[in-house]
């Protein structure tokens, strides 16, 4: 059987641009460049970076035009697909003792119980891979195409104890695949999700040790603990850390930091921010994130917050005077357990540097996914509604941007900002979590 050719819909033609001068439209399919099937976006960003190529696109009449383009080296032909993968996205294969997908309440919107562990996306969007997953064909296109970073999700580097966490009998053969993109000279991001009485304690140092070895072309690992839902029956059993795992994770941690520091000159394993928080410790100096490679897993953003925001109102008092009785307002803010005690920190900072400024800082407590969750980003509309409603809420209710989905105005729970805003009679006022951000934001009143 003849294998179906594969045609990828232009969705956009952007204007001035070749694909604009030679008539391509919303609608045309592009079906190959120089005679080479495209499998996805990485084969079509590669296929295209030639001076002179051929592209074979297909009008929605079914008539095919062979188009000829000169072009200078790497320019871009000015299209965008309805896919942006130009592919279909790959589901995840595992059932990990620690995935919170599975640990979702039941009747959410469809996407939301969607894993992936599809290795494009971590080039595209940072996602972290298994390498489960991936085939020798995907990592043979890696190595040739030459694409770096790819982030890996290790947990562990016991090839036994993999196939348990991961519960996928390939999954310690899978890791394997960091040899052959390490000799690539492929660069990696890594990830740890601990799990207590699993893979922490001498597991986690056994890991920390294999994975130096792949220094310097695997730049980073983080640490992380797993996030456990109220929603976990017939589930692994799993236990919260307490304050005495977190003390031990960052020490073992932080010793290795120092072997690696002197070694390397990279820090390479960091804790995230929460070991920090649960263990009553003060966040690390800046200098100790390396330039925070792992800022996307949590590792360092509290430091930067703190930093950004020290440095912000430094430069008002400069400008403004001390203490400063200019700006006039009341307001409110809303985030998780875990960064309360810093966003009432420079709450506080605030109102002592504008003594006529009011901010009220409410913790919410997260009985959507349990009390356990304690992250802002997994906060709902109805957490918020619940817990505020009847509270001083000032002119308008601040939240960060990570409490709606990107883009939107949508809450995890379905729930969309004028629902709230129209149940709490007050003004939502969505804001980028950076301590810029927060100052800014606080003091335009």
């Known amino acids: ?10 969705k956009t033609v952007l204007p001035g641009s070749i694909a604009e001068e030679l008539e391509m439209e919303p609608g045309d399919a592009v079906i190959s460049i120089d005679g080479t099937e495209i499998e996805d976006i990485f084969d079509y960003q590669f296929l295209i970076q030639d001076t002179y190529i051929e592209v074979l696109i297909e009008k929605p009449d079914g008539e095919q035009w062979l188009l000829e383009v000169d072009k200078d080296y790497d320019e871009d032909l000015g299209i965008e697909f309805e896919n942006g993968l130009m592919d279909d996205y790959r589901s995840c294969h595992n059932k990990c003792v620690f995935c919170f997908i599975d640990q979702m309440p039941p009747g959410m919107r469809e996407t939301l119980y ?7 996306l971590s080039f595209l969007q940072g996602n972290y891979v298994t390498l489960t997953n991936m085939s020798e064909h995907d990592i043979d296109r890696i190595c040739r195409y030459h694409l770096s970073p790819i982030n890996i ?13 991961l519960n996928n009998r390939f999954a310690g053969e899978a890791l394997k695949k960091v040899d052959r993109l390490f000799e690539a000279d492929i660069h990696m991001n890594g990830q740890i999700v601990l799990c207590k009485g699993l893979n922490d304690g001498k597991e986690l140092e056994f890991s920390i040790t294999e994975m130096m070895k792949y220094i310097p072309n695997l730049e980073s690992v983080s640490v992380v603990p797993v996030g456990l839902s109220k929603y976990r029956e017939g589930l692994y059993p799993l236990e919260s850390f307490e304050k005495e795992d977190a003390e031990e994770v960052i020490d073992l941690i932080e010793k290795y930091q120092k072997i690696c520091f002197e070694k390397y000159g ?49 430069k008002r008092k400069a400008h403004d005077g001390f203490p400063c009785y200019g700006p006039v307002g009341e307001m409110s803010m809303a985030t998780g357990k875990l960064a309360y005690p810093y966003i009432k920190r420079m709450a506080d900072a605030v109102m002592e540097a504008y003594p006529n400024i009011k901010i009220h800082v409410y913790c919410i407590t997260n009985y959507f996914f349990g009390e356990k969750i304690t992250v802002s980003g997994l906060i709902t509309g109805q957490d918020l509604i619940a817990q505020l409603k009847g509270k001083e809420l000032g002119s308008r209710l601040i939240l960060p941007e990570n409490i709606v989905r990107s883009g939107e105005d949508v809450f995890l729970d379905d729930l969309h900002v004028p629902d709230v805003e129209k149940a709490l009679q007050v003004p939502l006022d969505i804001v980028k979590s950076g301590g810029y951000e927060f100052v800014d934001c606080v003091l335009n009143v």
């Open 1 to 10: 059987m003849q294998k179906k050719q594969k045609k990828h819909i232009i």
């Open 114 to 120: 969607f894993k992936d562990d599809d290795s494009r």
């Open 153 to 165: 999700s290790f947990q562990t580097m016991n090839p036994e104890l993999r196939c348990k966490m």
């Open 266 to 314: 990279i820090h390479f394993i960091h804790a995230s921010d929460e070991w920090y928080i649960l263990a009553e410790r003060e966040m690390p100096e800046e200098e100790r994130y390396d330039g925070y490679l792992q800022y996307e897993n949590g590792v360092g953003m509290t430091r930067m917050l703190l930093n950004e925001f020290q440095a912000e109102m430094e």
